[in-house]
């Protein structure tokens, strides 16, 4: 069992199947219509973040039923930059699906998005199965093959004004798709916590951050994950891939929109918006 139903003892869900599935099915029309809904703590308020976890297990288990494949997960809201950004103070997760991985470079359809922003990551390739509900920042280095500089694009949903966490869970954490790019290096090559970004968008900074600010050491965010977990029953796989979490502020784009993102020694990502 996996971000649905939780295990004895986890916080209960307050929303009946029915309005679950109803709601999962609002977010999947507006993924496929790249629309907007009402806040769903507006009409819930009511609603826990297991209700939110439970609605955005029905929209990814309606997504595998019709042929996707899930490639790893992502983690939001780990740093003060985005809690900041978002009002937001816990972390999130959510899936990621295999059609949603770009290629460094790579022209994306920006109207296969709503609210669309960039967010500055690393992203952790699991060489071993991880699993909660003890799981530490070493089991995360000693778990990773390699780590890399990544790109997500963000694609909200929900309506963002007075959003809480319950939104953007069940909103698959906001997840839209991510760019993989630079120099792919093993945990050991380098001190994490200091790799650090200047992102570009047309040729100006925008946004700079350091690795650390995602729970001062990103594989913490890893860690996290792995314990979250634990409490769906289910355990993070090798040869996924797990975002971090990102230590820059969201970056708004449009169309036409050109952006570079530059991590130092780990090399460089790149992408446009057409």
Not at 113 to 134: Q, W
Not at 198 to 227: D, F, K, S
Not at 250 to 263: F, G, H, I, Q, T
Request: proline share 4%; glycine share 8%.
């Amino acid at each position: 069992m996996e971000a649905g139903r939780v295990q004895a003892g986890a916080p209960a869900v307050s929303l009946d199947d029915g309005t679950i599935r109803s709601i999962a099915a609002e977010l999947a029309e507006a993924d496929r219509t790249h629309g907007v809904i009402p806040r769903i703590t507006a009409r819930y308020p009511e609603a826990t973040i297991e209700d939110s976890y439970a609605i955005q297990g029905v929209w990814r288990d309606t997504n595998l039923a019709a042929g996707r494949r899930i490639v790893g997960r992502k983690i939001g809201l780990t740093s003060k930059a985005m809690q900041a950004a978002t009002g937001i103070t816990e972390p999130d997760y959510g899936v990621m699906f295999d059609d949603t991985v770009y290629e460094n470079g790579s022209a994306i359809a920006v109207d296969q998005f709503s609210n669309v922003r960039i967010e500055v990551e690393l992203a952790f390739v699991l060489k071993d199965p991880l699993e909660g509900p003890h799981c530490t920042l070493f089991d995360v280095l000693r778990a990773t093959e390699y780590v890399t500089p990544a790109l997500e694009v963000l694609n909200s949903h929900i309506e963002l004004e007075g959003r809480t966490i319950v939104d953007t869970i069940s909103d698959n954490a906001a997840y839209g798709g991510m760019v993989l790019g630079g120099i792919p290096m093993r945990p050991d090559q380098l001190d994490l916590r200091w790799v650090s970004a200047l992102l570009y968008r047309n040729e100006t900074i925008e946004e700079t951050g350091v690795a650390a600010g995602v729970l001062n050491h990103p594989a913490t965010g890893v860690a996290w994950l792995a314990n979250k977990f634990h409490q769906h029953g289910a355990r993070l796989e090798a040869g996924e891939i797990i975002l971090a979490g990102s230590f820059t502020r969201p970056m708004w784009v449009s169309r036409d929109d050109s952006v570079l993102c530059d991590y130092n020694r780990m090399g460089t990502i790149t992408c446009r918006f057409v």
